[in-house]
């Protein structure tokens, strides 16, 4: 248990702390106008204020990757905690305050647009496949997700398809909607439900005494169980996710004030930081140790111990409070989702969006291969997505880095993170099943290779770019409104 609430204290002593320096290396100008004013369509340029901002962007960013991916990340034993702590604060909370903040200074432009202007032209086609890709995926899992645990919830009694033909239902007006109109009215409701449940359980784990595991030298982790590369593509959402960098530029493009970022996209972070922990804590210390989890895992995947979680901890009642809290989760993330691919692909055609029949043109494809999609075993999706996943968080990191390269300030704090995730993305697509299969030494060996070899080409474009006078941001210098 100590370990548990210390590396509590941990996440929100970095929001504090290294959050407070990461604004401070990026330099918030607090009268610069944001995109939600010098772009405002009413549609996506939309502004609101700081709180349901934050609410959006928890909701948008948390699907079940922080409850999902530490249930299973739970059976590499306390390591986990060390992971979501460290990769929390170093890593996944500055991919996205920067990928916001940087999408905050360039009109609200998504990632694609964002690694094309920093990365090169080059970059633009494979990033926008990559981001697609991945958003595609997002959408698909967290419309099959709810409707299990939804299934669950009601006893079988409503059929898996009418569950998810109503999830699609709402994914289509909320992907087609203005922000303001469904997205901004209901994930305050969303939020609160999403905190209580967290909460909820966290006090049942303090209360009732649940047995965590300590961090120590003999109880590191399992016997015989490998950490590296898979634990951080198990642990993805609560700690480093590059899906943030697709769903940051939603709420750049609502946000009223610079100096409202570090909330915004690092506290929110941490925020998912804190639910992931809470989690894992749960899975490891409810089921009589790994094996335990092992058997419930294989009984009914993530899914049935959330379910167990919550009636253990707050009873019935409150345990299907509880239940609908993580049902929320992916609901708010496959909306966004496809939601962010509608926008991208409008970006890279530049196809305006304020008609909604141009929305509609865009959409409807999507959908269509969506519904092609779920048919795909499970398994195999979530592996492609976490690979895609951790593969984009790389290309986000590394647009930060390169912002901060060309404007001479500490590149170090997305470069470090950035490099680290290369190595582990590559020598896991390299050794895994649904990769090239090499032996895990071979996989290493290749994988650093391949770090050096972007390294140095990163550096040969930073250095043009900066020989260039590449321009770090919009020029809004004209703009006659008032922020």
Known sequence: MITFLVCIALLILGYFTYGKFVEKVFGVNVERPTPAY?????????????TRNSLIQLLNIAGTGPIFGPIMGALYGPVAFIWIVVGCIFAGAVHDYLTGMISLRNKGAHLPELATKFLGKAMKHVVNAFALLLLLLVGTVFVTTPADLLYVLMDGKVPILILVGAIFLYYILATLMPIDKIIGRLYPYFGALLIISAVGVFIGLLVKGAPIPEISLKNFHPDNTPIFPLIFFTI???????????????????????RQGRKIFYGMMIAEGIIAMIWA??????????????????????????????KMMLGGIGGTLAVLGVVVLPITSGDTAFRSARMIIAEYLNYAQKKLTSRLWIAIPLFAISIVLTQIDFNILWRYFSWANQTTAVIALFVGAMYLYVAKKNYFIALIPGTFILVMVLAYILNAPIGFRLPMNIAWVGSAIGTVILLALFFRAANKNLANNLPLEEDVSDWKGVA
Do not use: W
Request: proline share 5%; aromatic share 6%.
């Open 38 to 50: 010098t772009h405002g369509d009413g549609v996506d340029y939309v502004p609101m204020n700081v």
């Open 236 to 258: 993805t959402c609560g700690a480093l996710s590059g899906f943030h960098a697709t769903q940051s530029p939603i709420i750049s493009r609502t946000t009223e004030n610079e």
């Open 281 to 310: 804590a749960a899975a490891m210390s409810l089921f009589d140790g790994y094996g335990g989890l092992k058997e419930m895992l294989a009984a009914g995947g993530p899914g049935l111990v959330v379910s167990e979680v919550s």
